[in-house]
């Protein structure tokens, strides 16, 4: 059994993380002491090595004890208590970097399900990992385990979890699979973990209604897989409301289907200028950039302003948020910088930070998120034009059309007159993306993903859309 010891400088925040670690304990898998705080009630905030020592001893029974410290001066508490404690003892302590809250909590989990102290150790330091993977920080994602040979047995469970395989839910799974000799693997829309690793599942990013597989092979298979469907069936220790929604039926008369002539539009995109400055032209580049976004910022107020007005504000703040990102100061300094260190104009500095937002979106996991990239896309092609001082064209339609395009940005979507569009047929675009969360919520029915669609149709083209079942029927 390992055993954990948190060091803190704060007695309250030392407590506040033994909460949060004992929900993710059950049994008596591992111990967990405290060594908080100084023993003054003018100035309680400090670590003392003597506390260090007597929390240590006090769980020294085990295999191993893991210690987590908060602070610089905490560490020298720590490694100072190693050379009071009986040299027996010390010998089973090792002092761990890891983040003293993601760390302990990852620690208590694997020294719960029994892990060995390398195991934990190893938990504890790779907890900042899924944090890092959802804010794009460049941590990688979950690691690939190998599939069992032959892929060994299966058992497959949609989630129904509010919020998916979380912390708690999470650990009970690690607690549960831990016990087993069997070879096994967690999979997810192709990607595979080792089950037993809360940082694992936490890269995993299990959500609600995603379908999960454990494949398990070796001597009990069998036994971990019929622990797996009994976790799940219990939704893994969580309590789902199994509640559903009043639903009312009639007869369709109509299912989105509409009939009119074809209005082809092209995607603008504004056209290169990238090219090398001198250093004495660096701080006009960087003054170019900040009036193209402060121009763009004011776009996206009127746009925000014109979708509040057409369909309300859960819409409008789709625009608020784009508002946020590009007023975001380390974005831009990131650009300024670019600028001043590469000698490149402000187009290309630009370009290049927001190419690289545009890429850590469409790498992650999530499809909801992966969709964002079109919003960043959106906001770069705006500020280019501003830039180089183009006007955005606008998609006119004469009469009611059916619009037949390649891709469609949020902000083209808002500026439709939505009397005129009959409905919208992108080559590429993304169900999830907010350009067609914004025509959905318009009424202009819309199919993404309908290859060719620009090259086998023509403008003024007679067509038939059934928006329901994702087909253009054209006329000869």
């Not at 006090?58 to 295999?63: Q, T, Y």
């Not at 004890?65 to 602070?71: A, I, N, P, T």
């Not at 839910?169 to 069997?182: C, D, G, M, N, S």
Request: glycine fraction near 8%; proline fraction near 4%; charge should be negative.
């Amino acid at each position: 059994m390992i055993n954990i010891v948190v060091v803190s400088h704060s007695a309250l925040l030392a407590r506040g993380v033994e909460q949060l670690a004992r929900q993710m304990m059950r049994g008596d898998g591992c111990k967990l002491a405290l060594a908080a705080g100084v023993d003054d009630e003018q100035h309680p905030i400090g670590t003392d090595a003597v506390k260090v020592m007597e929390a240590i001893e006090a769980v020294a029974d085990g295999d191993g004890v893991l210690v987590l410290m908060d602070l610089g001066s905490a560490l020298l508490s720590a490694e100072t208590a190693l050379d009071l404690l009986d040299p027996d003892v010390a010998v089973k302590v090792r002092l761990c970097a890891a983040p003293l809250v993601e760390g302990t909590l990852a620690a208590v989990v694997a020294a719960n399900s029994g892990a060995a102290l390398e195991q934990v150790v190893a938990e504890a330091q790779g907890a900042l990992q899924a944090k890092q993977a959802q804010l794009g920080e460049g941590s990688p994602a979950a690691k690939s385990a190998a599939l069992p040979l032959a892929q060994g047995k299966s058992a497959t469970w949609t989630v129904q979890n509010p919020h998916g395989l979380h912390a708690r839910p999470a650990a009970r799974l690690v607690e549960t699979l831990a016990p087993f000799k069997a070879e096994l693997v967690l999979e997810k829309q192709g990607q595979c973990i080792d089950p037993r690793s809360l940082n694992q599942l936490a890269l995993l990013q299990v959500r609600h209604g995603d379908t999960i597989r454990l494949i398990a092979d070796g001597a009990q298979a069998d036994e971990a897989l019929a622990a797996f469907k009994a976790l799940a069936e219990q939704h893994f220790g969580e309590t789902v409301s199994e509640r559903r929604q009043p639903s009312l039926h009639g007869i369709p008369v109509a299912e989105s289907v509409t009939s009119g002539p074809v209005f082809q539009a092209h995607s603008f995109w504004p056209p290169t200028v990238d090219r090398r400055i001198g250093a004495d032209e660096v701080l006009g580049e960087q003054q170019r950039l900040r009036e193209a976004l402060q121009r763009t910022l004011s776009d996206l107020n009127r746009l925000a302003e014109r979708t509040g007005t057409l369909i309300g504000k859960p819409q409008a703040a789709i625009f608020g948020a784009h508002s946020m990102l590009l007023d975001d100061p380390d974005l831009q300094q990131a650009a300024y910088t670019r600028i001043a260190q590469q000698l490149c104009n402000a187009e290309q500095a630009w370009r290049q930070v927001l190419e690289a937002i545009a890429e850590e979106y469409r790498e992650l996991d999530d499809d909801y998120m992966r969709a964002r990239e079109l919003d960043v896309r959106d906001m770069l092609r705006r500020t280019l034009c501003h830039l180089q001082g183009l006007p955005l064209p606008t998609i006119a339609l004469a009469e009611p059309s059916i619009l037949v395009m390649d891709e469609l940005m949020p902000s083209e979507v808002v500026m439709l007159d939505r009397r005129l569009v009959l409905g919208i047929c992108l080559s590429g675009g993304n169900a999830l993306s907010h350009s067609a969360i914004l025509a959905k919520a318009m009424g202009m029915p819309m199919v993404v993903g309908m290859q060719d669609c620009l090259s086998k149709t023509r403008s003024g083209q007679k067509a038939m859309l059934d928006a329901a079942r994702g087909v253009l029927q054209l006329s000869h």
